[in-house]
């Protein structure tokens, strides 16, 4: 079983600080991590993705994560907020399964604060 | 490049009336999802398929049924819709482990 977990439902930063919105899993084999960024009225859009190699991940807009397999953990960070970071996010997971399914958290809400 | 389209996008529905929520792709990919995301719940799995002529349930679904007959389409259907299903519907499709998400549709059960 997988399951994601999402601490903080709702985070708030200045303008220009630094963002960090964390994310632990449990899985029974090594997952495949993402972000996903939704703004209002929308659909999901991809941020980043772990999934070998590199365990630092660049993603759009500036974003990064870290996948820490002894922390099982894939905490999403950014050095500056800005106006436009503002949306909800989204942590998921997906595993070796033949159906490739994707398992996601609950959702941080990000405000940033101008 | 449409990527993935659903419609329609805001619907209102009575008890116990059904309808089917379209989704189609374009972008051949074998797999693909229906979510349902609620407030302060996240999105859950209701169906999935690994390819045409094949479906599967996922986390929650109870009162809803898919099929799959091309790669393109997938569509979700409500036979008697009640008041808890009332949610945003989303559909996605993946390929080399990252997801595509259309725009999502709001329905409301009244």
């Known amino acids: 079983a997988q399951s994601v977990t999402q601490l903080g439902s709702h985070v708030s930063v200045s303008e220009g600080a630094l963002v960090l919105l964390r994310c632990n899993y449990s899985?029974?084999?090594?997952?495949?991590l993402f972000w996903y960024v939704q703004y209002p009225n929308q659909g999901l859009q991809l941020l980043l993705k772990?999934?070998?190699?590199?365990?630092l991940v660049k993603g759009i807009n500036g974003f990064e994560a870290e996948f820490k397999k002894s922390e099982t953990s894939f905490h999403l960070t950014k050095p500056s907020a800005h106006m436009s970071d503002a949306a909800e996010y989204f942590c998921?997971?997906?595993?070796?399964?033949?159906?490739?399914?994707?398992?996601f958290g609950t959702g941080t809400s990000l405000t940033v604060i101008p | 490049n449409a990527g993935v389209t659903q419609t329609p996008k805001f619907r209102i529905l009575k008890i116990g009336q059904s309808m089917t929520l379209q989704c189609t792709q374009d972008?051949?990919?074998?797999?693909m999802y229906w979510y349902r995301q609620d407030p302060g719940m996240g999105l859950k799995l209701i169906y999935y398929?690994?390819?045409?002529?094949?479906?599967d349930k996922g986390e929650v679904p109870n009162g809803y049924n898919v099929s799959r007959s091309t790669t393109e389409d997938f569509p979700l259907r409500l036979e008697l819709a009640a008041p808890s299903q009332t949610s945003v519907y989303f559909c996605?499709?993946?390929?080399?482990?990252?997801?595509?998400f259309g725009q999502g549709t709001r329905l409301t059960v009244v």
């Open positions: 996605a499709s993946s390929q080399d482990r990252e997801a595509f």
């Open positions: 899985s029974s084999v090594p997952p495949y």
């Open positions: 772990y999934t070998t190699g590199a365990t």
């Open positions: 998921a997971v997906s595993g070796i399964t033949t159906g490739n399914q994707f398992y």
């Open positions: 972008m051949n990919h074998n797999y």
């Open positions: 398929s690994v390819g045409a002529g094949i479906t």
